[in-house]
C-alpha cells in the first residue's frame, strides 16, 4: 500500500504540471474562444530565451555567471519577452481575424507554432540546455524515513509553484477590475461590449497573461527535462486534461490535471508489464476518449459556447 500511495502522489504532483500547461488553453479559449494550439510554442521559446538570456547577461554586464542577479534579470527579460510575444501576437495575427470561422483561428495558431519555434530557435540556437532553478531533484528525507516513501523534491516544489499560480490567477479573476472584466468577456462578449468593456485590451491582458503562465511552465518544465524542442510537445499533454477539465474552466484544468497525472501513473506501474510498456504515452488519450463519449463538454466546460 505504500509503494501504491507513492506512485499516485507521483502522478498528482506530475498532474499539477499539466494542469499549468492547460492553464494557458484554458485563459486563451475562456476570453475569445481561440484554441492556441501554439502554447506549446510559447512554453518551449520561454524556457530557451530565459536560459539564453543566463547565458549572455553576464557577457554585457561582467555579472557572474549563475549568480542570483543574473537568474532574475534573466526572469524579468524573459518575462517581458513573453508578455510582448502574447500581445503582438493578438494584435498582429489574431485581431485581424475576429469574427472568422474556428477552423480559421485554428490553423492560424498551427502556423503560429512553426513560426515561434523558428523565431526561437533563430535567436538562441537549437542546442539541448540545462535548466537550474536551484531545487535538487531527490527524494524528500523525511517522508523516506517515516514512510518509505520515494517523493521527489522539485516535483513537490514545482506542484506549489504552480499551485500559487493557480491561487494568484483566481484571485485576480476574482476580485480585481480586470478580472471582473475578463469574467464579463469570457461570459457574453456582446453584453461586455455594451457595458463599455474594451474587448481587444482584454484579449491583449488575456494573451500576455498566457505569456507569462508559458514562462513558469517552460521554467519547471525545461528544469525537469531539459530546454529542448521536446518542449513544444508539453501542449499535446495538455490536450486530454482540457478534454476531461472542460475547455472554459480554470478549475477544471487543475482536477482534469490530477486525474491525467495519477492515471497515466498508475497505469504505467500496474498495467504497463501486461502490456509491453510505453502505456504512459497513450493511456491519457484513451481515458480522453472515453470521456469525451461521456461528458463531451468536460467536467466543468459549458455545453453551449456561444462566440463572437
Do not use: C
Request: net charge neutral.
Amino acid at each position: 500500500m505504500t509503494f501504491f500511495f507513492e506512485v499516485l502522489i507521483g502522478g498528482l504532483l506530475s498532474g499539477v504540471l499539466y494542469a499549468l500547461v492547460a492553464l494557458g488553453f484554458v485563459l486563451i479559449f475562456k476570453a475569445s474562444g481561440v484554441f492556441n494550439f501554439a502554447q506549446g510554442a510559447m512554453v518551449f521559446f520561454a524556457a530557451l530565451t530565459f536560459v539564453g538570456f543566463t547565458e549572455v547577461l553576464p557577457g554585457w554586464f561582467g555579472l557572474e555567471p549563475g549568480s542570483g542577479l543574473v537568474f532574475w534579470l534573466a526572469f524579468a527579460l524573459a518575462l517581458a519577452s513573453m508578455i510582448v510575444l502574447g500581445i503582438a501576437t493578438e494584435k498582429v495575427v489574431l485581431r485581424k481575424l475576429v469574427n472568422q470561422p474556428p477552423i480559421t483561428l485554428f490553423m492560424a495558431t498551427i502556423g503560429l507554432t512553426f513560426f515561434i519555434e523558428g523565431l526561437a530557435q533563430a535567436f538562441w540556437g537549437a542546442n539541448v540546455r540545462g535548466l537550474e532553478l536551484g531545487i535538487a531533484d531527490e527524494p524528500i528525507m523525511w517522508m523516506l524515513d517515516e514512510y518509505n516513501m520515494i517523493i521527489s523534491k522539485f516535483d513537490l516544489i514545482a506542484a506549489g509553484m504552480a499551485l500559487v499560480m493557480f491561487v494568484v490567477l483566481a484571485l485576480m479573476f476574482q476580485y480585481t477590475r480586470v478580472g471582473r472584466a475578463l469574467r464579463a468577456v469570457a461570459d457574453d462578449h456582446q453584453a461586455a461590449l455594451s457595458v463599455g468593456i474594451p474587448l481587444k485590451h482584454i484579449w491583449a491582458i488575456v494573451w500576455g497573461v498566457a505569456g507569462f503562465v508559458a514562462l513558469i511552465a517552460g521554467l519547471i518544465w525545461g528544469a525537469r527535462s531539459g530546454v529542448q524542442f521536446a518542449l513544444t510537445f508539453t501542449a499535446l499533454k495538455a490536450l486530454p486534461v482540457l478534454i476531461l477539465g472542460g475547455f472554459t474552466s480554470v478549475p477544471g484544468a487543475i482536477l482534469g490535471g490530477l486525474i491525467i497525472g495519477a492515471s497515466e501513473k498508475l497505469a504505467e506501474v500496474y498495467i504497463g508489464p501486461f502490456v509491453g510498456g510505453g502505456i504512459e504515452s497513450w493511456f491519457p488519450y484513451i481515458l480522453a476518449m472515453f470521456f469525451l463519449l461521456i461528458r463531451p463538454e468536460g467536467l466543468f466546460g459549458e455545453k453551449h459556447i456561444d462566440r463572437v
